[in-house]
């Protein structure tokens, strides 16, 4: 799926069930459980077998960083995608909207020409199987640099060609009230006009979700980082929670991959 042709996972029918609840399916391999550092079990996803020889899914995490918080974010999420047996992250970067002098005068630091690739045309999308988008809040909202490489997806709309391709989200605000929930709530509009099919992490991060004790970015709609006045480093909580994010979303994509 997600290969362009609006393909739709309803054409995976469910397995048909069994007396045991660990594994529906009596014709398939156990389903695997992984643990986080908070020693929670990931829930248990009935994923698809793949054979060695085949082309691994991939998993686009498309994301805008002015100061570098969303960035850490995406590469902890990538870590965790390629932790998935089958399936592959790819980062990329959404084209800068400010001029050089603004950036300058908003003393932001030069992006140094890494392995990530800046995503120039909406069609790239086409090529993957899931896709996460990450971006900073602007009152509520994302920045106007992802809204601004949305807004380039209008011939894809069209056709809805990204209908039926997984998709969620991961933010960065400045602070405990920026908007962690609002910023990835206000987003789902755009999943929901291509179709596509939004995945939060809800609580499955386990007891990482529940504790009280430090500041700590993140929701149920996905990971998050505060970055207050650009100087805050991500917690270590914060990034486990961006790994854990990148894990349960290869779940769900080898979930509705193709059948092999």
Not at 133 to 161: H, I, N, V
């Amino acid at each position: 799926m997600g290969k362009g042709g609006g393909c739709f996972p309803s054409k995976n029918k469910p397995p048909e069930p069994d007396q045991n609840p660990e594994n529906p399916n009596p014709n398939s391999d156990p389903v695997p459980v992984v643990t986080n550092t908070h020693n929670t079990p990931y829930p248990s996803i009935t994923t698809t077998t793949l054979n060695p020889e085949t082309k691994k899914l991939k998993i686009f995490i498309v994301f805008y960083s002015m100061y570098g918080h969303v960035e850490s974010l995406a590469r902890n999420i990538k870590k965790g995608v390629d932790e998935i047996d089958g399936v592959e992250g790819v980062l990329f970067r959404v084209p800068e909207t400010l001029s050089q002098e603004t950036l300058l005068a908003m003393k932001v630091p030069m992006k140094s020409d890494d392995d990530i690739k800046e995503i120039l045309d909406a069609e790239e999308l086409l090529e993957a199987d899931g896709l996460l988008f990450g971006f900073p809040t602007r009152y509520g909202t994302m920045s106007a640099q992802m809204k601004a490489f949305f807004d380039t997806t209008g011939g894809l709309w069209k056709e809805q060609k990204l209908a039926g391709i997984p998709a969620g989200f991961f933010v960065s605000t400045g602070t405990q009230g920026g908007g962690q929930e609002t910023t990835a709530w206000t987003a789902i509009t755009q999943l929901a006009h291509h179709g596509m099919i939004y995945v939060p992490i809800g609580y499955t991060f386990g007891a990482g979700m529940f504790k009280m004790d430090s500041i700590r970015g993140g929701s149920p709609y996905g990971a998050g980082v505060y970055s207050g006045d650009g100087t805050r480093e991500p917690s270590q909580t914060e990034l486990e929670l961006a790994l854990h994010q990148g894990k349960y979303m290869a779940m769900i994509v080898k979930r509705f991959g193709p059948a092999q």
